[in-house]
């Protein structure tokens, strides 16, 4: 018997007799995982790096969200405090109001009111100024946040990735190993048996 | 990403090799390996459409967390503005009632300048009551956002754990085509086995 097979590389081989069959095919299967170890390492690799850099994304977005949450941290604090300003004048004011309304002292509580008022307002307006920033910082943080979720579950993602190329390639590797000890069993049982057919035909020969 | 494509089934050329031999248990073997291979990919594609998902469902998760991040800063500049106005409007009401009280110090003057400045009051605790309302469609906004994003890491876990099952499932249809080929094995040598004993009684 003669055929012609083509291996992984598109390399003809001849192939003439059962033994030079499955030595091809022994070889074509050795071939082909060979191949298939390179492809896997290509992947294995190219999976490990893009895991590297989402790690490193996300670290680098963590620390961006911990700068954020300190300069928030920082202006949430003004605002509390301009805030506790605000309010002190403001109750301050509404008490000289009261107080002046009742008829005592209008003469220097109605204009400690006014006072008292001016200052409440440039307090709460400074405080609005300063609720304003620390949002905007409380808005990087949660951005930074979904930055490093992003890269955290594309690392993930990847470290699967490549967990399961590295158990293809274990499976594919003892598929390939099976597959080769079948051929050459085959191969070894057909040896033997041929032999002991030539041996039985020269007995009775 | 896999290799699954590429590897983890024998050389198609040797099944075909097996599958002419005109051998039955060679034909047999070849045909359950084909089978496990068949049913390999199947599961391997099917995992690959679930990977596909759990990524799409994880960029969702994180769009929703920027949508967030956006509502915080428009409930920012609304509370801002807000405050800025009130606080604003009292200052301005406090220095136009003490210039008031300047020009008018008598009792009628004090009492005028106290309405001027209650009424710039109101107008702040308006302005910002406004602006309270707005900021507070965004705080809503951002529970939406809150509730989106757990929706889709929800979605994403429920993708993961298919393809998870999908990954098992390979390895049943692996396991298939290991038993395929080492039927071939048992096979060759039952049959030369069988040659041998006849010879023997022949």
Same mark, same amino acid.
């Given at each position: 018997m003669t055929a012609t097979i083509q291996t992984a590389t598109q390399l003809p081989i001849a192939l003439s007799g059962f033994d030079g069959d499955m030595s091809a095919l022994d070889a074509l299967e050795t071939n082909h995982q060979q191949n298939d170890l390179k492809t896997g390492e290509t992947l294995v690799h190219g999976e490990e790096n893009a895991e590297q850099k989402a790690c490193e994304d996300a670290r680098q977005a963590i620390e961006r969200a911990e700068e954020a949450k300190a300069h928030q941290g920082f202006w949430s604090d003004l605002e509390n405090a301009l805030g506790d300003v605000a309010e002190v004048a403001g109750a301050v004011a509404a008490?000289?109001?009261?107080?002046?309304?009742?008829?005592?002292?209008?003469?220097?509580l109605v204009p400690l009111a006014e006072a008292a008022s001016v200052t409440a307002g440039v307090g709460e307006a400074a405080a609005g100024g300063a609720h304003g920033a620390a949002k905007q910082y409380e808005a990087s943080a949660v951005r930074a946040m979904a930055d490093a979720q992003e890269g955290t579950l594309r690392a993930g993602r990847m470290e699967t990735a490549v967990t399961s190329t590295v158990d293809d390639m274990r499976d594919a590797d003892e598929a390939h190993r099976q597959l080769q000890q079948t051929i050459q069993g085959t191969i070894q049982t057909h040896d033997q048996t041929s032999v002991q057919i030539a041996a039985s035909t020269r007995i009775r020969g | 990403m896999n290799i699954t494509n590429v590897t983890g089934s024998p050389n198609p050329q040797v099944l075909d090799h097996l599958l002419a031999s005109g051998d039955p248990g060679a034909e047999m073997a070849a045909m359950a390996v084909e089978t496990g291979t068949a049913e390999r990919k199947t599961a391997s594609e099917t995992r690959r459409a679930y990977e596909a998902e759990e990524a799409s469902e994880d960029q969702q998760q994180v769009d929703a967390m920027h949508q967030k991040a956006k509502d915080?800063?428009?409930? +920012?500049? &609304? !509370? *801002?503005? %807000?405050?800025?106005?009130? +606080?604003? &409007? !009292? *200052?301005? %009401?406090?220095?136009?009632?003490?210039?008031?009280?300047?020009s008018d110090s008598s009792q009628a003057g004090m009492a005028e300048a106290n309405d001027v400045s209650s009424i710039f009051h109101a107008a702040g605790l308006g302005a910002h009551g406004i602006a309270t309302g707005f900021a507070t469609e965004k705080r809503a906004a951002e529970a939406n956002d809150d509730a989106n994003a757990a929706l889709c890491k929800a979605n994403a876990d429920r993708a993961k754990e298919a393809a998870e099952d999908?990954?098992?499932?390979?390895?049943?249809?692996?396991?298939?085509?290991?038993?395929?080929?080492?039927?071939?094995?048992?096979?060759?040598?039952?049959?030369?086995?069988?040659q041998a004993a006849a010879l023997h009684r022949a």
């Open positions: 008490a000289a109001t009261a107080v002046a309304s009742a008829g005592a002292a209008a003469a220097v | 915080i800063e428009s409930e +920012g500049w &609304l !509370d *801002a503005a %807000g405050m800025i106005g009130q +606080g604003v &409007l !009292d *200052a301005t %009401g406090g220095a136009v009632g003490l210039a008031m009280l300047g999908m990954h098992d499932a390979e390895k049943d249809a692996a396991d298939y085509v290991k038993a395929g080929l080492d039927f071939y094995r048992d096979y060759v040598s039952t049959d030369a086995q069988t």
